[in-house]
């Protein structure tokens, strides 16, 4: 027996209630499940007018999930592959910058706790940083701020 077909609004409200989707990412998943008789911009639109849809949202709440682990380049480069309006990627921007230096170190403490003890240390600790996104001076904030910490 053959299951019955989802409609499109179906499906799209099912990926909303799971979490925030920017337009552009929605209509990535929505657009293989498209069949004769569907419109797809017309379901965003209608999305959007309902409030169900909204990339200020939607950015606030990938702000939100991954600040605690990336750094901002990283954060805002994932929010402009969402195709995001730099008018809802801008106010992020500043918060994100402000508070990268903290953040940083974080990541550091919970991935490291204790100072590099020699330069290859070092080194691996600034590559860590790096590649989770965050910016030359927050690592070296954190590496000047590391050696102040009285090992345990």
């Known amino acids: 027996m053959a299951r019955p077909r989802i409609s499109l609004k179906a499906r799209a409200l099912r990926y909303l209630s799971a979490r925030e989707h920017s337009r552009l990412e929605l209509a990535r998943k929505l657009t293989r499940h498209i069949q004769e008789g569907d419109d797809l911009d017309?379901?965003?639109?209608?999305?959007?007018?309902?409030?169900?849809?909204?990339?200020?949202?939607?950015?606030?709440?990938?702000?939100?999930r991954r600040a605690a682990r990336f750094g901002s380049s990283r954060i805002l480069s994932e929010l402009q592959s969402h195709g995001l309006d730099d008018q809802y990627v801008s106010p992020l921007r500043i918060s994100l910058l402000e508070g990268e230096n903290e953040r940083a170190f974080q990541v550091w403490e919970r991935k490291f706790g204790v100072a590099a003890t020699s330069h290859e240390?070092?080194?691996?600790?600034?590559?860590?940083?790096?590649?989770?996104?965050?910016?030359?001076?927050?690592?070296?904030?954190?590496?000047?701020?590391?050696?102040?910490?009285?090992?345990?």
């Open 42 to 64: 017309q379901l965003l639109d209608w999305l959007v007018a309902q409030k169900f849809l909204s990339e200020a949202r939607f950015a606030e709440s990938l702000v939100n």
């Open 121 to 152: 240390e070092r080194a691996k600790q600034m590559r860590f940083l790096q590649q989770r996104g965050f910016s030359n001076s927050a690592i070296q904030f954190v590496i000047k701020r590391a050696r102040h910490i009285e090992p345990s």
